[in-house]
């Protein structure tokens, strides 16, 4: 495995970073970008991932990472629920929907397995030295 030594480095924060520019593509070539307030929900909550897998790593120990983690996970639930609010309103297609829902799950789903492998290791964070 690769070390990882800054948050540019995690394949999370990378697929997250994807979703969020694929949202930016939805405002800008979909009728999702003239309803203001969902619109303004998705941007904050697909920025919400990327953001707190961001701040949570910087955080230098493993609780606190795993934390901010879990609130990366959220926003992923959250972002896709609004995801099926733009389909429902038909703001966006179905295809839209499909290509975007399967990257949102899959980031999702990466971040609670990284969450898993976090609370099991003896390796604590940079701020504790790796001392168990």
Known sequence: ???IEKF???EIWNKSREICFDIEVLFETTNLGKRYSLKDQMDRSS???MDNIAEGFERGGNREFINFLS????SSGELKSQ???ALDKKLISQTEFDTIAPKIELVKNKIGAFMKYLN???I????FNNKP
């Open 1 to 3: 495995m690769a070390k």
């Open 8 to 10: 540019e480095d995690l």
């Open 47 to 49: 920025g919400s991932i």
């Open 71 to 74: 609130y990366s996970k959220g």
């Open 83 to 85: 995801l099926y609010r």
């Open 120 to 122: 099991t290791t003896d």
């Open 124 to 127: 604590k964070g940079i701020k």
